[in-house]
């Protein structure tokens, strides 16, 4: 296939017209840009198809995509990236949504007990960090306990404070649940990849708990002393700085809330020569808590 058939296939929507195939010398196996005047003559497309040339905001005009568009993101536009490995190709407007879509139906575990770690296709060693995944169901033996909870987010309960690392970790910096956990007809990835975004992930949660304690604590975690489901110390300046960094409100909502009872979970009350069970009840509603004038036992999520 000729350099002038490639190039048009190439940038199907460029403006013909201000190139040629032709240099100061005649024929050649390259594509040139000539400018305005027609005194200039700048080669930006040869017989390997490399992207090489620096381009000017005219030249990327004239390729016909925008001349704001300065990086490899937009490459997409004007290249065909169906054989691309989807992994690598970058996307500079991605949608965040909070939390991450997919979090509250199908809640995925984090398993980083004993994991595999790839270093190529076949190769690889096992790895076992520190589970801090854990103890998100939070019991309510009150009716105060339960209206905190409702009242407002609240990054001193846990369980909001990992929800917002793993989005910051995940959605927050473009992971993907299939990256992490999905094989399907467009992507496959391979196990070395893959292991390196489960690094990533790993790693980001616990530098995000890290940074939200504050230049001299870290947020404090599961299996810790001082460890608190649902007082967990944490310092709102560097939390607040988080969030701007990753360009969300500071109010954001990172509470669970699908199941019953909008994620505060079952009722339990106590059935006479039965014990406590747990009820299909709304709360608040029919049953209350001893300190709302009731006798339930507990809300748990």
Known sequence: MSVWKR???RFPNADLSRFTQTDWFGDSDAVYFKSNDGKQITQVFDKSMSNKYYLTDEMKKALGHPAETH??????????LSNFPQELIFNSKPKLPVPAPGHADKPRTFDLSNREIFVTPTDSFKMKFRDVFIDT???HHSGKE??????????N??????????????????????????DDGELRLPKQVRSFFWFHVYF????????????Q?????PGDDAFDQKKNPYDISSYKR??????????????FYHGMNHGLGNVYIYYSNLGYGKTEAPYPGTYKFSDEGGSVSELES
């Open 137 to 139: 169901k939070l019991t």
């Open 7 to 9: 190039f048009k296939e």
């Open 217 to 221: 604590n870290s947020v404090t975690l």
């Open 146 to 155: 339960s209206r905190r909870w409702l009242e407002s987010p609240d990054m």
């Open 71 to 80: 990086h490899a993101a937009d490459i997409s536009k004007v290249v065909d």
């Open 242 to 255: 988080l969030c701007n960094e990753f360009g969300i409100s500071p109010s954001t909502e990172f509470r």
């Open 204 to 215: 980001t949660v616990r530098r995000i708990l890290h940074e939200m304690g504050g230049i």
């Open 157 to 182: 309960y846990w369980p909001q404070q990992l929800n917002f690392a793993i989005w910051c970790a995940t959605t927050g910096c473009c992971v993907s649940s299939r990256l992490l956990f999905e």
